[in-house]
């Protein structure tokens, strides 16, 4: 995983990434799907040039969100 959840990941906010290679925030470049309890979107580092599909859901309580496996 080239991309870590920035925390905290309140339910109530779109969720944010950081690059593990460069240690800075990442941007989201597009939104690939989502439902009610999942997002999944495209990360880039604007530093190093790393980029992923990333997946997120709500957490089992649905208070924030976590990388989904």
């Given at each position: 995983m080239n991309f870590t959840i920035h925390e905290p990941a309140p339910a109530n906010v779109e969720p944010e990434f950081d690059c593990i290679f460069c240690e800075k925030p990442a941007l989201r470049s597009s939104e690939a799907g989502s439902t009610a309890t999942?997002?999944?979107v495209?990360?880039?580092c604007r530093h190093c040039g790393a980029?992923?599909?990333v997946t997120t859901r709500l957490s089992?309580?649905?208070q924030r969100w976590e990388l989904a496996d």
């Open positions: 999942t997002r999944t495209e990360v880039f980029r992923k599909t089992a309580d649905g």
